[in-house]
């Protein structure tokens, strides 16, 4: 139904900055939320961002100011901007899209982004 497909991730400086893109394809509620989680090895996979079709955002606490969530509602595709990274950011990132109607998540497969110090 929904397709998440996310690229960008790699292997980046502590104090450096990464781009993620992710595309969606297949039926697109025209009202969605885009976003993106990050898992580590052993921790649970957490909130990073999140942005709304009409342009709302939510950030966790521990990459404010540091990270910025953009999204292209005509071309289905979200952006995660990450300056100032730091060892702690090393994650797997995950490409999240929520059904807003019906709170049905869809995800992407991940992108490895490693951070060293």
């Known amino acids: 139904q929904v397709q998440l497909v996310e690229s960008g991730g790699g292997l980046v400086q502590a104090g450096g900055s990464l781009r993620l893109s992710c595309s969606a394809s297949?039926?697109?509620?025209?009202?969605?939320?885009m976003g993106w989680y990050r898992q580590a090895p052993g921790k649970e996979r957490e909130l990073v961002a999140t942005?709304?079709?009409?342009?709302?955002?939510n950030y966790a606490n521990s990459v404010k100011g540091r990270f910025t969530i953009s999204r292209d509602n005509a071309k289905n595709t979200v952006y995660l901007q990450m300056n100032s990274l730091k060892p702690e950011d090393a994650s797997v990132y995950y490409c999240?899209?929520?059904?807003?109607?019906?709170?049905?998540?869809?995800w992407g497969k991940g992108t490895l982004v490693t951070v060293s110090s």
């Open positions: 999240n899209l929520v059904w807003s109607s019906v709170g049905m998540n869809f």
């Open positions: 297949g039926t697109i509620p025209s009202i969605n939320i």
């Open positions: 942005m709304t079709t009409g342009g709302g955002t």
